[in-house]
């Protein structure tokens, strides 16, 4: 049998990062939604319905994602390492400007320390 590449390939650039916990009562902390978007293994979770997230509009779903960012979380032995970009695409560089979709679906940009 001829070798082939795997489908979908292993490696391919990420461009986005959704956020594995949503807090609606910062900064508390105590009402959280765990996997939003769901996971399909290791822990499987369900997604969620869009009315768990109870503030949308200060909620961000899905925000660019660099290697900058990663490493200053201490995310940097993700699968996905090495597939995203080295610094901020959009802008500054310090302070980092990244693109943030939010749960009532609109899109702005904010500036992070790192």
């Known amino acids: 049998m001829p070798p082939t590449a795997p489908q979908p390939p292993l490696r391919v650039p990420v461009s986005y990062f959704s956020a594995a916990v949503i807090t609606n009562d910062p900064p508390v902390g105590a009402d959280t939604v765990l996997y939003p978007f769901g996971r399909s293994n290791t822990p499987y979770a ?11 509009s200060e909620t961000w779903a899905m925000m660019d994602i660099d290697k900058q960012y990663l490493t200053e979380t201490g995310t940097t032995g993700a699968t996905y390492y090495n597939c995203v970009a080295k ?17 009532d679906w609109s899109v702005r940009s904010m500036r992070m320390p790192f």
């Open 46 to 56: 369900p997604n969620k319905r869009h009315t768990t997230i109870r503030r949308p």
């Open 87 to 103: 610094l901020p695409v959009h802008g500054s560089v310090r302070p980092a400007l990244r693109n943030y979709l939010f749960y």
